[in-house]
């Protein structure tokens, strides 16, 4: 599976991005994804996932009510709608894909991810 993801920039506090990452080499609702965040000088953190089917959606606290996860399977793209952005927001963005299934690692846990995408940029001024 190859995962490319875009639609980080620079915005104001308060403003809004949304971020893509489309995928390629497998069908894509087969699996999991989901997107971690990375700050300079903090290691990388679980943002949101969404299971195969869209069905079921879950956020990391500091971004619940703010943040929205969704897929278009006949795109074989995963979104996230980010709002009311907050200079903590600050960081690369990743998006992930849970395509074997480690269930040893909870889907929180980036090691539960085997494929990865190369990251987007997302810096937020005050």
């Known amino acids: 599976v190859q995962l490319q993801a875009s639609g980080g920039g620079l915005v104001q506090a308060g403003g809004s991005l949304r971020l893509s990452c489309a995928a390629s080499g497998r069908t894509f609702s087969s699996y999991d994804m989901g997107w971690f965040r990375q700050a300079p000088g903090k290691e990388r953190e679980f943002v949101t996932r969404i299971t195969k089917s869209g069905g079921s959606k879950d956020y990391a606290d500091a971004v619940k009510g703010r943040f929205t996860i969704s897929r278009d399977n006949s795109k074989n793209t995963v979104y996230l709608q980010m709002n009311s952005l907050k200079p903590e927001d600050t960081a690369v963005y990743y998006c992930?894909?849970?395509?074997?299934?480690?269930?040893?690692?909870?889907?929180?846990?980036?090691?539960?991810?085997?494929?990865w995408g190369q990251g987007t940029q997302v810096t937020v001024s005050s």
């Open positions: 992930a894909a849970d395509t074997v299934g480690r269930l040893s690692y909870y889907y929180r846990d980036g090691r539960r991810y085997d494929n």
